[in-house]
């Protein structure tokens, strides 16, 4: 099997364990929604590890940035009346580092 098909694989599930957890937080089912927090993150860290030699590698930094900076926000807005959910906003703008860094580097190889 070929690497992106297995990464691929990877991907699939886990945007079933993303709208689980989006999902919970919508229908304010905390504790599962807190719980599926961890396995989300981890299937993201799965991700980036599995893409590091590629370039795709981050867009999904950026994705594990995006569901750090989500459930933080969810956490914050569950257990602590959004006292601190503005900090979410530091591994918001990583990923948005990241992404442009990849979109820097796609520009930057073509126009070589």
Same mark, same amino acid.
């Given at each position: 099997?070929?690497?992106? *098909?297995?990464?691929?694989?990877? *991907? ?7 709208? &689980?957890?989006?999902?919970?937080? #919508?229908? *304010? @089912? ?5 719980? #599926? ?8 860290? &799965? &991700? @980036? ?8 590698? !981050?867009?999904? !930094?950026?994705?594990?940035?995006? &569901? ?6 969810? !956490? #914050? *807005? ?20 990241? @992404? ?13």
């Amino acid at each position: 099997m070929e690497l992106t *098909e297995k990464i691929r694989r990877f *991907e699939n599930f886990h945007i079933l364990l993303w709208l &689980i957890k989006d999902t919970c937080w #919508m229908l *304010e @089912v905390k504790w599962l929604g807190a719980l #599926m927090v961890a396995p989300t993150l981890l299937m993201a860290l &799965i &991700i @980036v590890f599995k893409s590091r030699h590629t370039p795709e590698v !981050l867009i999904n !930094l950026a994705i594990l940035f995006w &569901i750090t900076a989500n459930g933080f926000w969810m !956490l #914050m *807005e569950f257990f602590f009346a959004n006292a601190y959910k503005d900090f979410s906003a530091i591994p918001f703008a990583l990923g948005f580092l990241c @992404v442009g860094v990849f979109y820097y580097r796609s520009y930057s190889s073509k126009k070589n």
